[in-house]
């Protein structure tokens, strides 16, 4: 039987956590075509064009019954938006989701990351009804395994040739995070 759910806006003490809209446009183009946030997202090149970005908006601004969604996360004092973060390849007879996550580098290493990734936690085993989240993480992206670990995920191995970009092959962790291990 296929679960539904209804995307909500969540709040954490120091942003909102939101659908993407068309107004992120400059955004989601900054943001995805600057090296330094795209370093480990191997399964894309950084963006070259607006029309690429809109792309992105067009697959995640309606999220309700997809096997994804994302949101963007904005400073609630700044109204700045920040970064996103959401799910991937939702399975939803085996109650799966792959989590992703992106961050501006002026907001690297103040805790936002891990704000938000506990909010959407929370909602992917409550509202979305998971049992398992998981996440590829880079070999070389120790900041990023690191908050998993601090997050109680688990690394549960390497998956060799994850992802081919740039004509070489990338090993990635895998981590999970289970339902009853969830706190």
Known sequence: MEKNYTFKTLETSRMILRKMNDDDLEFVFKHFSNEDVCRYLYDNEPLKTKRQAQGIIDVYKEPDDKDHNRWIFVNKMTN?????CGF?????????AEVGYDLEKKFWKKGYMKEGLKKIIKFGFS?????????YISLDNEASYKLLESLVFKREGIIRDKHLYRGKYYDHYCYSLLKREYK
Do not use: F, P, Y
């Open 80 to 84: 700045k938006l920040m970064g996103t």
């Open 127 to 135: 509202e979305m009804s998971l049992n398992r989240i998981q996440a």
């Open 88 to 96: 991937h390849c939702w399975d939803k007879v085996n109650n799966i």
